[in-house]
């Protein structure tokens, strides 16, 4: 089993629909999470850090899940510009990386 | 505006020669990180550091070796280029908090020929 694990996608979901997607993790002694974007050809950017109490940045919403081992990601009202590769990071001693969610939103 | 830079975005090498990749970050970061990342594998760890002098094995190092001699750089080096490094490499650094975030490098995109 990996240590991080995401669905590989992609999702293909149509322009103002909600889409989430979740990113499970083996080590339960992980201390901390993000959730990363990454644009064709470019280098990841942190797209928002995910707390224990869950936390919101505009459309998006971020949840951790300590019991089940998961963190989920939640984009509302979907852009097109949200159109990318989502990574989730779990740092536990080290930075573990998902191999990333394919994210596609057509008009 | 915090930085990491890479010396390249594009190389084109020849099979067997020896490659150098360099990073810099401006953010006194402790730990530094070279990972590959190719299509359907996402990012894999290639080696880490967690400060000058000091390096890891990541989950892929062979064919790889890496240099901290400052803090602030963090060297990949490609001893005899093969075909099968043909990839985008990135660097990334952290500070010592594990809730730090991660910053990148903008990668630079390696063809070995």
């Known amino acids: 089993r990996k240590e991080v694990e995401q669905d590989p996608g992609p999702f293909n979901v149509p322009e103002g629909a909600t889409v989430a997607f979740n990113c499970t993790y083996s080590?339960?002694?992980?201390?901390?999470f993000f959730w990363y974007r990454q644009d064709c050809r470019k280098e990841p950017k942190l797209l928002m850090s995910?707390?224990?109490?869950?936390n919101e940045d505009g459309r998006f919403t971020a949840q951790l899940n300590r019991a089940s081992q998961y963190i989920s990601l939640l984009i509302r009202d979907s852009k097109l510009s949200d159109s990318a590769t989502y990574l989730c990071?779990?740092?536990?001693?080290?930075?573990?990386w998902g191999a990333g969610t394919k994210l596609i939103i057509k008009p | 505006d915090v930085k990491v830079t890479q010396s390249s975005r594009y190389l084109v090498k020849r099979t067997g020669e020896k490659v150098f990749l360099e990073c810099v970050q401006d953010?006194?970061?402790?730990?530094m990180f070279w990972y590959r990342q190719d299509p359907g594998l996402g990012l894999r760890l290639i080696y880490f550091?967690?400060?000058?002098?000091?390096?890891e094995k990541g989950d892929i190092p062979e064919g790889y070796s890496v240099s901290r001699e400052k803090k602030e750089r963090f060297s990949l080096i490609l001893e005899s280029a093969s075909t099968n490094q043909t990839s985008m490499y990135l660097c990334?650094?952290?500070?010592?908090?594990?809730?730090?975030?991660?910053?990148f490098g903008q990668g630079t995109r390696l063809t070995v020929v």
């Open positions: 990334a650094s952290t500070g010592a908090s594990p809730n730090t975030e991660a910053f």
């Open positions: 995910v707390y224990s109490s869950g």
């Open positions: 953010m006194d970061h402790e730990n």
């Open positions: 080590n339960s002694a992980s201390q901390s």
């Open positions: 990071v779990v740092n536990s001693y080290q930075l573990i």
């Open positions: 550091s967690y400060d000058v002098k000091m390096k």
